[in-house]
């Protein structure tokens, strides 16, 4: 990798503007305070991000109703009344401001999250006017086990919308610089958290607290599946 000047980087850390995106590498644990500001700093300007997560790379914006998150689905080639996002959380506290928990659903998300799972839920009615719903009766919520997004959520205060970063095909994106070539300058700011392919996040949907495994992926089942109370 070489700045614009053609001279090589620095250090694997520095950020590096190039004309297809502007990416930023980082490690795992901890993450780099300076790399998790610079992500703020775009977010809350309206910005979209693609990220590492425990999982796959997501690419994301803030919740809002401005026009990031149309941004994002016309590049993916999305249609929100199909193919919803997911909302991204720092963790279970948050959940009850944008979804409603019955006693099972409540004891589900405590002994998944932090982790990589997915859970479809009925959004509060804070939700109605969002256009993360889009018409849908559910909403799909991620608490990740990763510290970048913890930290990032933490530091932001408020959701992030997030989609799987594939590209216009649907095919996974797993490195950075994939993402990068894909989109170039539509993603304002691509972190950089090595190769993530596999499974995806494994998806469960306790709707009034029925607990349904709708997608095996990353995530143990035998911790959802568990014996509840109101289930035979």
Known sequence: MTTNAGKPAKTAKATKTTTIAKLTSIDPEPPDPSVVQAAVDVANQGGILAFPTDTLYGIGCLLSPTAPIDRIA???????????????????????????????????????????????????????ASPL???????????????FCQKLLWRLGRPLVTVTAK??????????????????KEI?????????????????????????????????????LLVTPGRD
């Open 74 to 128: 016309r590049m993916r080639g999305i249609d929100m009344s199909e193919r919803p996002f997911t909302l991204m959380l720092p963790d279970v506290g948050a959940l009850p401001h944008y979804a409603r928990l019955g006693e099972t659903a409540y004891e589900v998300v405590n002994r998944i999250f932090p982790g990589p799972y997915c859970v479809e839920l009925a959004p509060s009615p804070r939700m109605a």
């Open 133 to 147: 719903q889009a018409g849908r009766e559910t909403i799909g919520v991620r608490i990740p086990a990763n510290a």
């Open 167 to 184: 590209d216009e095909r649907g095919q996974l994106l797993s490195t950075a610089a994939a993402i990068a070539a894909a989109y170039g």
């Open 188 to 224: 304002d700011l691509v972190v950089d958290g090595g190769t993530l392919d596999g499974l995806p996040s494994t998806v469960v949907s306790l709707v009034d607290d029925w607990v349904t495994v709708l997608r095996e992926g990353r995530g143990q089942t035998d911790k959802i």
